[in-house]
C-alpha cells in the first residue's frame, strides 16, 4: 500500500485551490487585453485635448462597477485572514520559489532583453510612443543594458534611466511620464540592490511595488477620460469586448485595471494574487498585439512576477476589510482629481474644471 506524506498532499491540494480561484478571474479579464495594450502605442491620441467631463465618467454604471471591485477587495481581504488564506500563501510561496530566489537577476535579464530592444528599434526613449531623433540614445540604451552584466555596474543603469525619463519629460511634459513612474521604481530598484541599501528601510521591491501600482492607476483613469482613443482598437478586434457597447468596456476596463492596481497596496495574498491576475493579462496581450507590445510591457510583467513571487506576510484584521472601502474610494477620488487637476493645469483651454 503507497501512503501519500501529509506535506504533499497539501501541497497538491493548495496547488489546485490556487488554480481554481486564479484561473477563473484570469480568464474573466483576459477579455480586458485589447484595453490593457497601451492605446498610446497603437493609435492616435491626443494628450492635450479636453478629458471626458467628470460628470459623464461617474455614471450609474461606473458606479455599480466601482461596488462590486470594493466587495470583491473586501472578500479578498477576509479570505486572507482565514485558514484559506494561509493555505494559499503556503502554496504561493512554493510555486514561486524560483522566481522569489532569482528576482533581481529575471530583473536584469529582462530589462536587459528590453534596453536591447529598444536600441534596435532606434528612435525610442524608453517607450514606442516617446519618439526622438537623437541618435546617441539607442546607444546609451545599449550601454546601460551592458550594465546589467554586473551586479556592481547595475545602479550605472539605473541612473540612465532616470537621465532618460527627466530627458523625455523635458521633451513631452510631465502629465505625459505621468504615465510611466513605474520607470523610476525600477531605476531605485537597481541601484538599491547594486549597492546593497534600503532607503529609509523601505525594501526596493516595495517602492517598484508602489510605483507599478502608481502607473497602472493613472493608466485607468485615462481609459475613462479618453476612451475614444481605444475605439479603433476595439473596432478592429470587436471580439474582445464580449459583446459589451464600447463604452461599458472601457468603463469596466478602467474599474478592473484600477482595483488591481490598488490591490498592489493591500494586504499580502491580495497584492500577490493581482499580480498574477495582471501578468496573465499584460502576456495574452502580447498574443494579440505583438512584439511592440511584449518590449513595451516586458519591464512590468516582470516587476509583477516578482511581487507574486514576494513571501512577506503581515497579520491580517477584519479591520483591515472594513477599511477597505475607504481607502479605496480615497485613492480613486485623489487619482481623479491629480489627472483632472493636472491636465487643466498644464494644458488649460479649458472653461473650467468639469462639473461633477
Not at 498610446?40 to 461596488?67: H, I, M, S
Not at 481581504?77 to 529575471?106: F, H, K, Q, W, Y
Not at 531605485?188 to 540592490?193: G, R, S, W
Not at 481605444?230 to 482595483?259: D, H, R, W, Y
Request: hydrophobic fraction near 55%; include cysteine.
Amino acid at each position: 500500500m503507497v501512503r501519500v506524506s501529509a506535506p504533499r498532499l497539501s501541497l497538491g491540494l493548495g496547488l489546485r485551490t490556487l488554480a481554481g480561484i486564479v484561473a477563473p478571474p484570469a480568464l474573466l479579464f483576459a477579455g480586458t487585453s485589447s484595453a490593457s495594450a497601451h492605446v498610446k502605442w497603437f493609435c492616435a491620441y491626443d494628450v492635450a485635448g479636453q478629458p471626458r467631463g467628470l460628470e459623464q465618467v461617474l455614471c450609474p454604471n461606473f458606479e455599480w462597477l466601482t461596488g462590486l471591485a470594493i466587495v470583491c477587495l473586501m472578500l479578498g481581504c477576509l479570505a486572507e485572514g482565514m485558514p484559506l488564506g494561509s493555505a494559499l500563501m503556503n502554496a504561493l510561496d512554493r510555486v514561486t520559489s524560483c522566481i522569489r530566489t532569482d528576482t533581481e537577476l529575471l530583473v536584469r535579464c529582462t530589462l536587459g532583453f528590453f534596453l536591447v530592444s529598444v536600441w534596435g528599434l532606434g528612435g525610442i526613449i524608453l517607450t514606442p510612443e516617446l519618439k526622438t531623433d537623437a541618435t546617441w540614445i539607442p546607444w546609451l540604451q545599449l550601454a546601460m543594458a551592458v550594465c546589467l552584466i554586473s551586479r556592481r555596474t547595475m545602479p550605472l543603469t539605473g541612473l540612465g534611466i532616470v537621465f532618460l525619463f527627466s530627458f523625455a519629460t523635458a521633451q513631452y511634459g510631465l502629465f505625459h511620464l505621468a504615465d510611466y513612474p513605474v520607470f523610476l521604481g525600477v531605476a531605485v530598484y537597481l541601484i538599491c540592490q547594486g549597492l546593497d541599501v534600503k532607503p529609509f528601510n523601505i525594501r526596493p521591491l516595495d517602492i517598484v511595488r508602489w510605483t507599478a501600482a502608481v502607473t497602472l492607476m493613472w493608466a485607468s483613469v485615462e481609459k475613462w477620460a479618453y476612451p475614444q482613443w481605444t475605439n479603433p482598437l476595439l473596432a478592429a478586434k470587436p471580439q474582445m469586448t464580449m459583446g459589451a457597447s464600447p463604452e461599458l468596456f472601457m468603463q469596466a476596463a478602467g474599474v478592473i485595471e484600477f482595483t488591481l492596481a490598488f490591490a498592489l497596496i493591500w494586504t499580502p495574498l491580495v497584492r500577490r494574487m493581482s499580480a498574477m491576475i495582471l501578468a496573465a493579462i499584460f502576456v495574452s496581450a502580447v498574443f494579440e498585439f505583438g512584439k511592440v507590445d511584449a518590449i513595451g510591457h516586458s519591464g512590468i510583467i516582470v516587476v509583477l512576477l516578482g511581487i507574486a513571487a514576494d513571501d512577506v506576510r503581515s497579520a491580517v484584521r477584519v479591520r483591515d476589510a472594513a477599511w477597505a472601502p475607504a481607502y479605496f474610494g480615497g485613492a480613486l477620488a485623489i487619482f481623479l482629481a491629480l489627472y483632472y487637476v493636472g491636465h487643466e493645469a498644464m494644458y488649460g483651454g479649458s472653461i473650467g474644471l468639469p462639473v461633477i
